[in-house]
């Protein structure tokens, strides 16, 4: 992308000064990831595990609350936390796997996520009536 936004820079005629930061940033940017390919892979996967780890403990607080408020779907939620803390460690722990584990992660967190929130969203209307 940085090769085509400085073509574009030079054979366009006009002194963009934009176009051309953006191009010498986005060759700067190709080169590190291809010479640390690795190390970002690897942090990418720290920062997933980490994430998802922590809506996971999140959404257990989320958990606690309604158990206090005798929700009877605290227990769905409760294993869907458990579920999601589960995804996160295994996303932290498995590098050998990296781009599977966190596709697979990233779509059970999303489905997850979808059905904490609309039991959240039929609680909150329940509570407001």
């Given amino acids: 992308m940085g090769v085509l936004k400085f073509i574009d820079y030079v054979s366009g005629g006009r002194q963009d000064n934009y176009l051309l930061a953006m191009a010498i940033v986005l060759v700067i940017a190709g080169i590190v990831i291809m010479i640390c390919a690795e190390s970002i892979i690897s942090i990418f996967r720290v920062i997933i595990g980490l994430?998802?780890?922590y809506s996971g403990i999140m959404n257990l607080?989320?958990?606690i609350v309604w158990k206090d408020y005798k929700s009877r779907i605290w227990l769905t939620t409760l294993l869907l936390a458990i579920a999601m803390i589960i995804a996160g460690i295994y996303v932290l722990v498995n590098d050998g796997v990296i781009i599977q584990t966190i596709g697979v992660a990233v779509v059970v967190y999303g489905i997850i996520d979808v059905i904490e929130n609309v039991i959240f969203i039929k609680k909150v209307d329940d509570y407001l009536e």
Avoid: R
Wanted: charged share 0%.
């Fill in 51 to 53: 994430w998802i780890i």
């Fill in 61 to 63: 607080q989320t958990t």
